[in-house]
């Protein structure tokens, strides 16, 4: 009789570098923010500032309700600044959960978790969410689909990379 090796061990909480998963949220939703922008100037004709402003009304009407929906598709500080904390908010949380899903995998397979894990997202976003929030649907385009895969890959990358650096400067 074949002797059956052990389960693998549960994710160790304390492997988690929380630290570094909030810093790679943060900064791979900057980077997202940034290729999503450039996508839309490179292929859509007039596109910024207005699909920009579009989706801060559509992200911001998650707390401000349907009265920020566009139209107009134009610029407002409340709700841009609405819109940005929910950006980041989620990019965190994100960030925190592939963490520890990621924590103890190397990094060609922690960076094909983090792609996958951004189209995850997409789906979840543009599809389980459109149940609470419809307008969401309006999104659902190749440059969103992307986006979210950077975000994913980036978030991995980022997370990996500080990580790696806090374990080294602990010696």
Do not use: C
Not at 3 to 19: A, C, H, K, L
Not at 67 to 83: G, K, Q, R
Not at 111 to 123: D, E, N, S, T
Not at 149 to 165: N, T
């Amino acid at each position: 009789m074949a002797e059956r090796s052990p389960p693998p061990p549960p994710v160790n909480m304390t492997s988690v570098n929380w630290g570094a998963a909030i810093a790679a949220g943060i900064v791979a939703g900057i980077i997202a923010t940034g290729v999503q922008v450039t996508l839309w100037w490179a292929f859509l004709e007039n596109a910024v500032p207005w699909y920009l402003n579009r989706d801060a009304r559509l992200t911001a009407a998650m707390l401000m309700g349907r009265e920020v929906l566009p139209p107009p598709s134009t610029f407002d500080w409340n709700v841009m600044a609405i819109a940005t904390l929910i950006h980041f908010v989620l990019s965190i949380a994100y960030g925190l959960i592939l963490a520890s899903l990621i924590s103890r995998l190397g990094v060609k397979v922690s960076l094909a978790a983090g792609l996958f894990y951004g189209l995850g997202i997409y789906v979840v976003n543009m599809y389980g969410m459109t149940l609470v929030f419809p307008w969401f649907s309006a999104v659902r385009d190749w440059i969103t689909a992307v986006t979210h895969a950077v975000f994913g890959l980036s978030l991995a990358g980022i997370y990996k990379a500080l990580s790696r650096h806090h374990a080294s400067q602990k010696f």
